[in-house]
């Protein structure tokens, strides 16, 4: 400054180098007193605006009016220079720290996101594994219950089949054409026949005549049975084991390797689904 600001005995401020918003309050408060001026809020801001506004009715010896308009800009400049800009700086400063902090905590749960994401990717691949190990052993388990419930039946291809056929007629059917034709029929105990097709069809003549499945006694009976067979010779009747649908697929697989041998004039058979070439088995799953 070039001169005292404020000249507090002689109510006197130099015009030339004061500006509003360089007064203190004190010599604010004292001005308002000096013109008598009561500010509508307490405060620096409220006296400097009551002072401005008064300053803006010229008086003699005091102001002028380019004085007031001198003191306004330079108010303003003083207002967004010392008062807004701090303050929006310390806004902008205080919001990009938070964001920065946001930033930090997202990339922070990004990552760990990411390592659960992988880690659940590591416990889906071993529980994948544990199921397809279990539901194999279920299924393993379930065909050897097909196969212990199966053992004792032979299944028979070939019976003719009369429209609204009967389950007394179908026993009686068996007992005749196959059972006395084989020479079995007081050697073995017949506890059920069936056919093996869907329900609702039994009253149905078909093209493809299908299979009947007669459940005896034993193994043993089955094994008479089958021994006999020899006996069908001529007959379009056939015979075999009732498999199940493993041991049929199991079949299929190895039959070309059946005819090759036999056609070979290799010792063949078959027990159950197991080929036997020369009395060793070579399709069997748990040879």
Known sequence: MNATIFDAKAWEWNKDSLTIMEMQAAELQALCTRYNLKPIKTGKAAAAAAIVNHLMVPRANVVTKQDVHNAIEVTMEQVAKN????????????????????????????????????????????????????????????DADLVKAREANIRVTGLTMSKGETPKQLMELVQTELLDRLKVADRVQVQKVQ?????????????????????????????????????????????????????????????????????AGERVYWRGADLYINHKVINSPTA
């Open 83 to 142: 008062i807004l800009a701090p303050t929006m700086e310390a806004k902008i400063g205080t919001v990009t720290s938070q964001l920065e902090t946001l930033q930090s905590k997202v990339d922070a749960m990004s990552k760990s996101f990411d390592t659960m994401q992988d880690r659940g990717e590591k416990w889906k691949e071993v529980v994948g594994r544990k199921v397809d190990k279990v539901a194999n052993k279920v299924d393993q388990a379930t």
């Open 195 to 263: 056919r093996q097709m869907p329900s609702g069809r039994l009253d149905k003549v078909t093209d493809k005549t299908p299979a009947v499945i007669i459940m005896l006694a034993s193994v043993h009976d089955k094994l008479t049975v089958l021994r006999a067979r020899k006996g069908l010779q001529g007959s379009q009747l056939g015979l075999d084991e009732d498999l199940t649908p493993a041991q049929q697929a199991q079949k299929r697989a190895a039959w070309a390797t059946f005819k090759e041998a036999k056609e």
